[in-house]
Structures are given as C-alpha cells and as structure tokens.
C-alpha cells in the first residue's frame, strides 16, 4: 500500500486500485481525508494501468460524515466537492465499499460513486437535520435521483438511516456483499470492467424522482402539514424540504446552487450551532472528569428495583428491554400486581403498534421476577429504590438492603431531590450508594441524573453511567443538593411564575411565552397534568397559597377537567375564569396592584434566574460543566434543542451581560460564575 497521507492509503489488486480510508474513530471527512482522497484519485486518473477503483473504510464504519469538529473554524485541505468530483468524473469505474454507517458526506461521497456495494448490517443516511443543517454536498439533489423524491424528503427532514436490504432495493446499493466486503468490492469492480458498464452518475438520471413540480406539490404540501408541529421552531427541516423541491423542478446544476445557498444559511445561524453543540455536549456528559483510564465498570447482569409503582415499573422497563433480568418488590400484593400489570400492557401497546414481535412482549416480561420480599434481591448486581419521597423511608430501606445485597451490589435510590449522603449514611457502603434520578415515564425520558455521594467510590459511578447508556440513557453526573441539577433550575423557574401570576400575568399569556420559546408546554400546563392536589391535603390546608385556594375551591388539573384551564372532552383547554378569580381575589387580599407584564419580561424573568441557578450548580461544583445542564434541560424539561440548552442560550445568544442587568433590577444577587463566565 501507498500512502496517500498519514489516513488515506492507494493499493492496487491487479488492475483494480483500492482506496482505504483509515481515520478513527468514523472516518470522518477532516482535511486530511479530503486531501488524502483528493490526491488518491488523482493518482488513479494518471495510472492508465487501472480500469476500476475501489474506495474503502477500515475501522468501525464507512465515512460517517463532515468532520463536525472543523465546523466554524477557517478551511483547509481540498474541498469536498472537489473530492467529489474528482470521483464522479474519474476515468474509470468507482465502486463504494459500504459498512457500518454511511451518513451525511460519508454517503454523499458514496452517491458520486459510480456504483455502490455494502455489507448487510450497513446503514445509510443523511442526518444533518439533526444538526440543524442540510446535505450540503449534493445529498439533497442525488438522493431523490435514486430513492425518489417523497422517500427523500422523508429521510433528510428525520436524519432516519435506511438499512442494506431497503438500499438494495431502492438501488442505493447494487449489491449487498457476503464475507469480507473489499474483496467483494473488487470482485464486482473486476465485473464492471468484464462487461463494459458504463459510469453510472447520479446526477444524470432523474428518472425515479417520482413526478414533477407540478405532480409533486401536493406531496410537499400535505408533508410540511403532517410535520408542522414536529418542525415547530425548527429552521433546517423546510430547507430540506425546499432543497428537494429545487431537486424535482431544476436540471441538477440549478439545485445544486438552491442547495449550497440554503446550506450557508443554516451554517451561519445560531440554530446549527446550538444543535452542533448539543451533538458533543451528549458525548461529553458521558465522561467523568478526573476518572482514571483504568476505571472499568462493573458487571450488571441482574436489577432489583423496590417499588412497582410508575417509576419503578418504568425503570424495570429499561432494563428488561435491553435483556436484563430484574426482580421487582412491592409491599402489598395488590400494588404489585397492578405495577406488573402496566408493564405488560406498556410492553403490549408497543407491539400492537408493530414496534416488536408478541414474542418479545414475552421475552421482556420472562426477564421480570416479581416479589413481596427484599431479600429476593439478594443477588442482584444494582437495587434502584423507588419508593415513597421520604426520607426516613428510604433510610429504612437502605438499612435493611445493607444487610441483604450481597457485597458489592450497588443501591442506588431514584429521589428526584432528597439528599443520598444521608440516605447512604443507613448503610455500611456509602461507596456503593449514588443516586439514579430518572425522569417520569422512566421507560420513555432519556434523561438519568446519576448523583454522586460524597462516598460513591469513582468505579460505581462509572457503572451507574455505563448502564444508563447501556439502557438508552443520556446520563449526567449531578451532586448532591436540593433537586441536584434539573429539579433544583426548574424550582427558580416555578418561582417567578408564581410571581407573575399574582403580579399580573395570566397562567395563559406565562405559558404561552414559554411554548412560543419551544418549551412543549408551560409551568400552568404542567400543573395542571400533573395535578394541583399533589402533596396538598385538605385536612391540612391552611389556604396559604394560591395553590391551596384552588385546590380548596376543588380544582385538580386535567383530572377533573378543571385547574388553571378547563378541559372539555377532547381535552382542548381553556383558561379557566375561576382559578383567574382566584388568583385576583389572593392578589388583592395580599394588596399586591397588579399590573400587565409584556412578554418579555415573562419570558427573562422565567429563566435568567434560571441560569443564574446554573451557574450557582457549577459554582458548587453540582455539575462537571456547563453543556452537561444543556443536557438536563433539553432531555428532561423539554427546553428546545435548536436553542442548546440554558447555559448556549445564555451566553451564544442573549448575552450574560443582559442577564446580569435584569437580574439586577430583579434584585436577586447573581452568581459570580455568571460574570466571569463558565468552562
Ligand atoms: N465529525 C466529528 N466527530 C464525530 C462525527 C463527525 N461527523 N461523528 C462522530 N464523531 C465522534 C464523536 O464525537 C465521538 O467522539 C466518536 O466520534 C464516536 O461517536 C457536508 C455537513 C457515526 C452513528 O451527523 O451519528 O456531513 O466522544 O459516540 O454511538 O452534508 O457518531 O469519542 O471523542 O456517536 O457509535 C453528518 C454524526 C455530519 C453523523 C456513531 N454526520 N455521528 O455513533 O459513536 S454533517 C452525522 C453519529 C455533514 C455534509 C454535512 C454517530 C455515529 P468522542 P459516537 P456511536
């Protein structure tokens, strides 16, 4: 082998020269493989000896993509369209070699291939949507050349990856090849040349488009219809769409210019640039700074979780999916039966929506051992406790676990704010205790905040993250304190509702700020789903609170059609002329003047001090960096994706400095990490 450079080498196999990629860890198209392929197939265009050529990947996967580490920073290296059309315009046939993920430019490149082979597990897609771009190096104008311009549209406006056998089918593929995958590369190479194919280009068939302008429309129509509240706020998907459009109605060249100027557009928004970091900010959550390389997780081959009520049956469900055996405790039977009944039916909806076979509704719930006694647990790896939120409870429980698991075993506790050093300091294995907050419905919410105890030894913490990402989890190390990252930002935010709501503000006009931002409902929605009566007792109630006044006028939320909003049957709400009374009558009787509050000041109130909190967390050391909160919120409270998370907001787009002069005129005093700013 030659070497094109120090990740692109140049072989022949007789008079077919092969083209390895070797760039880890994706074969990403950094500078260097641009230059690397640039210079290969030159080299191929100069070597009449060649009759067909063979580009290849070693590693884990086929190009998996524009470097998106390079993004923003000055170019370098040979363009990729120039890699692009030194392959489409090679002199001889040029066969793509496919396995693991062809995605974004890694499969553009492929589609300038003349043909295109894979391995069977091989997966393709053009993904950039998900990070607020477009296939900016042609994909939007080859793609619907071969699959068709709906299936397209499909898959650029999801990021969705087609498997090999649908790529055969479609043609992205010509062949899907048994055993070692370069060999068979050249073997169809070596056939090209034998039966004198021709140099089939993409861009010259627009025949399987599936229409015209005109045809089309209608499809383009109904699609940006169906999708119009998944793309709420979202810029990339209708750039999609129009480049696929421009695909249909103009000769390629023409589409190519439509989609380079809809690509620029995206680059240089805030939009990609948010979702570009949340892309590096979920990989980095994963990582614990300071644990040593040596570090291994511990084997997690059996669960135990206390509690069979709706967390707890949503977190065996995370582990029964993945094949993980878990016995579940109840007190009563009654609770136990029930819990393991909504494990069924939740298992059984997703089949009878065809996401798996009935066969794997039995599987799962094969893997669930139900119990009435803790020391049925006494061999299991990890005990999640989920039980009540109380504190002598848990400690109850952690005693008698301490005694039972067998040592080693991790017990972890689900509490969503209560202190684990308190709760580890029942036990005799502080080291073996952290928390592992999950987010309600546990099965379906990405979000784990894995709370480390001041005692929680680094390699339990390591497996708590480990298994989290093994279970489909997005986990973030938090610390201890009182609602440790999400819960604790979210409480500052609840607060200044509050306060507008009596100052002025309808619960309408706070929510409806909150969902014009991209949050999927508002403080009052939540309530309301949630229930006003959680936690509130009318033998207790001393009608303190607005809260108590509307639970004591009987008003529950979406349970009894009547909270902040009233719901009718179709469950359409609307603001709620007695809990607006309410709200008036306790203003009044506390002599607040109320007053109308523009949207703005909604909107800053709500979640400058929720930043501010943020930075209090990192100041405390409560999380390991500021992208890991982004994290939090965009996979636990719903905060839009295309904006980064609070702590990207703050600083890419409003400005700390902004929130600093209104938290000043709010009066709350900020944290100095939000002045000096934050890694
Ligand atoms: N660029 C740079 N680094 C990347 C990368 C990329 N495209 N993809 C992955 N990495 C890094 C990642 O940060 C991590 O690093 C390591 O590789 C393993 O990734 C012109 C403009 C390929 C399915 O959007 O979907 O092409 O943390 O942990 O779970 O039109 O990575 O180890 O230091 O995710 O096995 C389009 C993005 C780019 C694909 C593998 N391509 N990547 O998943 O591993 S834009 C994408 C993925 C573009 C063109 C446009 C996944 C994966 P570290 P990982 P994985």
């Known amino acids: ?18 083209v390895t990629v070797n760039s880890p860890p994706v074969n990403a198209l950094s500078a260097d493989v641009r230059d690397g392929l640039a210079g290969a197939f030159a080299a191929i265009a100069a070597d009449s000896a060649v009759k067909a050529a063979v580009l290849a990947c070693a590693g884990r996967t086929f190009i998996a993509g524009a470097d998106i580490s390079e993004f923003g920073k000055p170019p370098r290296g040979a363009s990729l369209p120039a890699v692009q059309d030194a392959m489409e315009s090679a002199p001889v046939p040029v066969i793509a070699a496919i396995h693991g993920t062809a995605l974004g430019g890694g499969l553009e490149v492929a589609l300038c291939a003349h043909y295109r082979v894979s391995d069977a597990k091989a997966k393709f897609g053009l993904p950039e949507v998900k ?31 087609m498997g090999a056998k649908d790529a055969l089918a479609t043609g992205l593929v010509d062949e899907v090849v048994d055993g070692d995958l370069t060999a068979g590369a050249i073997a169809f190479a070596r056939r090209v040349v034998a039966e004198g194919r021709p140099l089939k280009k993409v861009r010259d068939d627009a025949s399987k488009l599936g229409g015209d302008a005109a045809s089309l429309a209608p499809f383009f129509a109904e699609f940006r219809a169906k999708n119009a509240k998944a793309f709420k706020g979202f810029e990339a998907p209708e750039a999609n769409i129009k480049c696929i459009e421009a695909a249909v109605a103009l000769p390629f060249d023409e589409g ?15 939009q990609s640039a948010a979702q570009r970091h ?21 084997p997690v081959k059996k669960v135990g979780v206390i509690g069979a009520g709706t967390m707890g049956g949503g977190i065996s469900m995370n582990f029964l999916s993945v094949g993980i055996p878990v016995t579940i405790v109840e007190m009563k039977e009654e609770a136990l039966t029930r819990g393991v009944g909504i494990i069924r039916k939740n298992y059984q909806n997703s089949a009878d929506k065809g996401r798996f076979p009935q066969s794997e509704v039995e599987a799962r719930m094969g893997r669930l ?11 299991c790896d990890l005990i999640i406790e989920a039980v009540f939120e109380n504190m002598a409870i848990k400690k109850d429980i952690f005693g008698k676990l301490d005694k039972i698991a067998k040592p080693g075993a991790i017990l972890a506790s689900n509490t969503s704010y209560l202190d684990v050093d308190e709760i580890a300091s029942a036990t005799n294995r502080p080291e073996y205790v952290l928390g592992m907050h999950y987010f309600s419905p546990a099965n379906v919410m990405r979000l784990l905040e894995v709370v480390r105890g001041a005692k929680t030894d680094p390699q339990v913490l390591a497996t708590a993250m480990a298994i989290g990402k093994a279970t489909g989890k997005i986990a973030v190390v938090a610390g201890v304190c009182h609602g440790f990252i999400g819960n604790r930002m979210l409480a500052r935010r ?40 959680i936690g509130w007792n009318a033998e207790t109630s001393k009608g303190e609170t607005v809260r108590d006044r509307l639970c004591e006028a009987g008003l529950r939320g979406q349970k009894n059609g009547k909270g902040f909003y009233v719901y009718d049957e179709q469950r359409n709400r609307t603001p709620n002329p007695e809990a607006l009374a309410i709200i008036d009558a306790y203003a009044a009787e506390k002599g ?12 800053e109130r709500c979640l400058f001090p929720m930043v501010n909190e943020g930075a209090r967390i990192l100041a405390e050391g409560k999380a390991q960096r500021a992208s890991d909160i982004d994290i939090v919120w965009i996979n636990g409270y719903g905060w839009p994706v295309y904006r980064g998370g609070p702590m990207f907001w703050a600083e890419k ?24 700013g934050w890694k």
């Open 592 to 603: 607040i003047n109320r007053r109308t509050i523009d949207d703005q000041e909604i909107l």
């Open 369 to 379: 051992t139900p119990s009435l006694n803790l020391e049925d647990l006494a061999d």
């Open 256 to 270: 190519l210019k439509v989609e380079r100027t809809e690509f620029m557009k995206l680059m240089t928004g805030l």
């Open 131 to 161: 990070l607020g771009l477009l296939p900016g190096a042609g994909g939007t104008q080859r793609l619907p050349r071969i699959v068709g311009a709906k299936k397209a549209t499909e898959m650029v406006t999801s990021g969705a990856q």
């Open 494 to 533: 609840q607060q200044q509702a509050n306060l507008l709501m009596l100052e002025g503000a309808a619960p309408a006009d706070i929510d409806r700020v909150l969902t014009d931002f991209g949050f999927p409902m508002g403080p009052f929605q939540m309530s309301d789903l949630a229930g006003l009566d």
């Open 653 to 676: 787009d409003v400005g700390r400095d902004r929130i600093i002069a209104v938290l000043e005129q709010m009066g709350e005093e900020e944290s100095p990490v939000l002045k000096d």
């Open 278 to 298: 949340v892309f590096f900010a979920e990989r980095a959550a994963a990582k614990i700074d300071g644990l040593p390389a040596d570090v291994q997780p511990l």
């Open 1 to 18: 082998m030659a070497a094109i450079n120090q990740v692109v080498d140049l072989s022949k196999d007789g008079e077919i020269a092969v």
